[in-house]
């Protein structure tokens, strides 16, 4: 009988892994990837890794990906699965346990489900709260994200938390993202994300970038991330892991072979030792195993021919049960094999025990059995007849089917009746399986849903009772990846099938915001206003549209400058909002409106706007809406001149911006801060933050980002006296500005013409400096939230012509400096302005 395999050849990644351990349980935790190829050892080094964690008392969790369940978050609803089940998984000897009052104590949001031809139980209501009345509703992704954190650092306070989550080159989007925001916010916690990947697996993917590698990449740009590659193992090593199993030595000749054909990878050993055993090729000779006669054809090649060689010893009971396991997934329920073999239950636990024990193709784990590597599965699944194929897949779908209603087995039910070539269910299951994920706001596993329910619908009878939806459900999707012309071309594709009331209505809007400036390019009013203008028209428009038409227009008002159209659309969209019941749309809503106001320096209607946003936001609490509560108030405290307060309310949203890494957010805020501490006299700190600013925009290369920071740290150097600073970072920003559109009038053009009249002045260049204030004042005017700069413009313009003794026009600027600030109550400003107008007096 083999023993276990041991772990050989992994002493220095033990120590790595042992520091990484320490810090953990000190409160420095974060993320830890062990990557390498297929059978490297990555599970087994992080199984005994975990193994000396729970001996230092910390609690495990498990979550496992797998090849062909897109079901989103499913990586981590397995871990956190594990904080509600009495005992933990028995995977790879997992022994982990939650106490009776640590599992009533555990949040009510996660209430166990079963999900059919996984381990995983756990919770639908992760995405939904409960109200007061006993009802339900939707919660953000952001709620999610935070719920999850929040968990997490709740059970790390009563034992470091180490959540292994194996198979990472699986993961769906929806877990990347979650990955992404808990390596960004655990650094500080008792809790260790231990991630496994195949490196050869997420080194190409078809069409771009592996989602995967991609935020790999990003993670390591942020510093959150370690990473172990693990390499083959060498001959000692392997003569080491080879006699382990064996409890002997194996001679030179054996070893040799064994090295050779499987390069130092251990699962093609372990594997290969398996084989010798089970066929009884090995010898015990002079106290050393041996293989008699020629090795030609007792050591395979290959991993594949290895595995494939001891399925085909298993009986034919046993290859059949074998075989539906494969078509079911990596992990299997044991009755759904059953029913699909229609074979008694304990007849199959004796087949499946036998398969475990005597073959090690299977293992046990907690409500099933799982596959002893994926490769097992993979090289089962492909030895089955196309044909034989296609009717289990049927079969096992039509008994999943059963398991209905519960929307988490809509991606499994499409994969199945696609594979069973059974177009009608496939339909319809893939257009389901679809919604459910955009719900979940998977939009990358959604579109490979919807364009297989397009592609095979037409061969279907009924699918026209729905087809729109999916061109719907399609055209959102290529929205939301950022594909805006294709998204453009599925909704005018809806619109020729003569649909009517409000799907007729939606798409026209989503055209309309995908052709307005705001997404193609410098998109096309004319057609946007178009669009707006026919879905308005639509008798069967309700409220909550036309709030969105309103919004929208609004957003293109303030754009032209056109403030009283911009409030016109505003109280429209408030009142669209108000009627529908929308209250995150409204209390959003409210917050842009804002801006309109505070562009034409209406402050009363500003914090009136702001105030019922931010009850509303307290009422039904959703992160994104707060931190933008937080940047709204810290504008218009930044107008009136309130730095403390605006600073306060920055710093919040700046801090939201670091947690969910939402890197330009960051460096905006970073660039108000900066004018903020400027206005206040703070010049060293404002040069660190539009310092900080810039390295952002820089990183990200967002063009008007760059330029904007750059500007905004040349101002910030002109105000501390650092000539020879404030000359190279205009310049630069003034050599950017030249590649914008002329057209172009935002608020970082203007703090670049503002920059430019103040480098003009330190060269006494009064000409130049004179046109570009002009041009600052005149930008700003007409650009959103630009009535705080347009005054200060215009104030120190004035100064600059009373030195210049050009009295009457000074005091014309300082004179509607002080009617801009007097609407702002920006008192402090104000007192300045008058100081100025007593010395043009004088």
């Avoid at 089970?278 to 595995?307: A, C, F, H, M, Y």
């Avoid at 087949?351 to 046990?364: A, F, I, K, S």
């Avoid at 719900?439 to 596993?445: I, L, N, P, Q, T």
């Avoid at 061109?471 to 071309?489: C, F, I, Q, T, Y």
Wanted: charged letters at 30%.
């Amino acid at each position: 009988m083999l023993t276990e395999p041991p772990l050989v050849g992994r002493d220095e990644e033990l120590g790595q892994l042992s520091a990484i351990l320490d810090r953990t349980t000190s409160g420095s935790g974060g993320l830890l990837l062990i990557s390498g190829e297929a059978g490297i050892g990555k599970t087994r080094l992080a199984t005994e890794f975990e193994r000396r964690s729970e001996d230092k008392g910390c609690r495990v969790l498990f979550g496992g990906c797998l090849p062909s369940a897109q079901i989103p978050y499913l990586v981590f609803l397995d871990a956190l699965n594990d904080l509600f089940e009495e005992t933990s998984k028995k995977k790879i000897g997992r022994t982990g346990k939650l106490t009776g009052a640590a599992k009533k104590a555990a949040p009510e949001f996660l209430k166990a489900i079963p999900l059919i031809g996984t381990t995983m139980k756990a919770s639908a209501a992760l995405f939904t709260e409960y109200q007061d009345g006993g009802g339900s509703k939707e919660v953000s992704k952001e709620h999610v994200l935070f719920r999850t954190l929040d968990l997490l650092k709740a059970e790390s306070k009563k034992a470091p938390l180490i959540i292994h989550l194996d198979d990472l080159q699986w993961a769906d989007s929806m877990s990347i993202a979650m990955l992404h925001f808990l390596a960004r916010n655990c650094k500080d916690t008792r809790i260790l994300l231990l991630g496994t990947y195949r490196s050869e697996e997420v080194l190409n993917k078809e069409g771009g970038i592996h989602p995967f590698l991609e935020s790999i990449r990003i993670m390591k740009r942020e510093g959150l991330v370690e990473e172990l590659h693990l390499k083959p193992l060498g001959q000692k090593e392997l003569d080491r892991l080879v006699s382990g199993m064996l409890e002997r030595p194996v001679s030179e000749t054996v070893m040799d072979r064994i090295f050779k054909e499987s390069g130092g990878s251990p699962l093609f050993a372990v594997e290969t030792v398996r084989l010798l055993e089970s066929t009884g090729s090995l010898v015990l000779k002079d106290g050393r195993w041996t293989i008699p006669g020629s090795l030609g054809n007792v050591i395979p090649t290959s991993v594949k021919e290895v595995i494939l060689r001891r399925i085909e010893r298993t009986s034919k009971e046993e290859r059949k049960a074998l075989d539906y396991a494969s078509v079911i997934g990596f992990n299997f329920n044991i009755d759904l094999l059953a029913e699909a073999l229609r074979k008694d239950k304990l007849r199959l636990l004796e087949n499946l025990e036998h398969l475990e024990t005597d073959h090690q193709l299977l293992r046990e784990i907690t409500d099933g059995y799982s596959f002893a590597h994926e490769k097992v599965r993979r090289f089962t699944y492909d030895s089955i007849s196309v044909l034989r194929r296609k009717e289990v897949h049927r079969s096992v779908g039509l008994l999943i089917e059963r398991q209905l209603p519960n929307d988490t087995l809509y991606p499994q039910l499409a994969v199945h009746f696609s594979s069973a070539a059974d177009n009608p269910k496939a339909v319809k299951y893939s257009f389901l399986a679809g919604k459910f994920c955009m719900d979940r706001w998977a939009v990358a596993e959604a579109k490979p849903h919807f364009e297989k329910a397009l592609e095979i619908g037409p061969q279907v009878e009924g699918f026209e009772s729905y087809r729109i939806d999916a061109m719907e459900g399609l055209g959102d999707a290529l929205k939301e990846e950022g594909e805006a012309a294709a998204a453009a071309k599925m909704y005018e594709c809806i619109l020729q099938q003569r649909t009517e009331g409000l799907q007729r209505v939606r798409t026209l809007r989503k055209l309309a915001f995908l052709w307005s400036p705001l997404v193609l390019g410098t998109g096309s009013k004319e057609k946007a206003l178009e669009f707006t203008e026919a879905a308005r028209a639509v008798p069967e428009i309700d409220a909550d549209e036309e709030g969105e038409i309103a919004s929208l227009l609004t957003v293109m008002a303030m754009l032209e400058g056109d403030y009283e159209e911009a409030k016109r659309q505003a109280k429209l969209s408030e009142e669209g909002f108000r009627q529908a019941g929308e209250l995150k749309k409204l209390s959003l809503q409210l917050l842009y409106n804002a801006d309109v106001f505070l562009s034409t320096g209406e402050i009363e209607e500003v914090f009136r706007l702001l105030r019922e946003a931010e009850e509303l936001n307290r009422t039904s609490p959703d992160p994104l809406t707060g931190m933008e509560v937080d940047f709204h108030l810290g504008m218009a405290y930044l107008h009136q001149g309130r730095t403390e307060e605006a600073m306060q309310h920055y710093h919040a949203y700046g801090e939201m911006c670091k947690k969910l890494g939402l890197e330009s957010a960051l460096a905006i805020v970073h660039l108000y801060e900066s004018l903020a501490m400027s206005l206040a006299g703070e010049q060293e700190q404002a040069i660190l933050l539009a310092g900080d600013s810039r390295e952002i925009a820089f990183k990200l290369e967002r063009a008007y980002l760059k330029d904007g920071s750059t500007a905004a740290l040349a101002h910030a150097h002109y105000m501390a006296g650092n000539r020879g600073e404030l000359e190279r970072y205009a310049a630069e920003a003034e050599e950017m500005a030249s590649k914008f559109d002329k057209g172009v009038r935002t608020a970082n053009i203007g703090m670049v013409r503002l920059a430019c009249a103040e480098a003009a002045l330190t060269k006494d260049d009064w000409i130049k400096a004179e046109s570009c204030y002009k041009e600052a004042i005149d930008i700003f005017h007409a650009t959103a939230i630009g009535k705080l700069m347009e005054g200060m413009t215009m104030m120190w313009y004035g100064e600059q012509l009373g030195s210049h003794r050009k009295k009457s026009e000074g005091r014309g600027q300082i004179e509607g400096a002080a009617v801009i600030f007097s609407h702002l109550g920006n008192q402090e400003k104000l007192d300045i302005c008058h100081n100025h107008l007593q010395f043009f007096r004088a």
